[in-house]
C-alpha cells in the first residue's frame, strides 16, 4: 500500500513558479512510476508528466515541455513538480499518483493505482 501527500500549491501570477511535492509512504516507492496529474473545473484529468522508477526516463505533456520538469529523490521517497513560466491555462488540481512496482511509464491514469488528494494551483494573468 502506498500512501501519497501533495504539497506546494498556491496562486501565483503568470510567468511565476512553484514546486510541487509528494511525499510517499510504503516500501515500493523507488520501484513505482511516479506521476502527476492535473484537473481542470468541468474538464477532464489529463497526465502532466511522469518519471520512471530509475529516474532515468521521463515525459510531459507537449503544453508543458521546457517549463515543467518532474524530478524524485528515492531515498526521501518524493517526486517533485518544478513548474516555470506558468500560465492561466495551467491552473488546476494537480495530483500526484505511483503505479504498482516495475510497471512501465504511462500517461494513463488507469495505470496509476494510487493518488493523493490533489494540491490547487491557480495562476492569474
Known amino acids: 500500500q502506498v500512501q501519497l501527500v501533495e504539497s506546494g500549491g498556491g496562486l501565483v501570477k503568470a510567468g511565476g513558479s512553484l514546486r510541487l511535492s509528494c511525499a510517499a509512504s510504503g516500501r515500493t516507492f523507488s520501484s513505482s512510476v511516479m506521476g502527476w496529474f492535473r484537473q481542470a473545473a468541468e474538464k477532464q484529468r489529463e497526465f502532466v508528466a511522469a518519471?520512471?522508477?530509475?529516474?532515468?526516463?521521463?515525459f510531459y505533456l507537449d503544453s508543458v515541455k521546457g517549463r515543467f520538469t518532474i524530478s524524485r529523490d528515492n531515498a526521501k521517497n518524493t517526486v517533485y513538480l518544478q513548474m516555470n513560466s506558468l500560465k492561466p491555462e495551467d491552473t488546476a488540481l494537480y495530483f500526484c499518483?505511483?503505479?504498482?512496482?516495475?510497471?512501465?511509464?504511462?500517461?494513463?491514469?488507469?495505470?496509476?493505482?494510487?493518488w493523493g488528494q490533489g494540491t490547487q494551483v491557480t495562476v492569474s494573468s
Open positions: 499518483a505511483a503505479t504498482p512496482p516495475y510497471r512501465g511509464t504511462s500517461v494513463v491514469p488507469g495505470a496509476y493505482d494510487y
Open positions: 518519471i520512471s522508477w530509475s529516474g532515468g526516463d521521463t
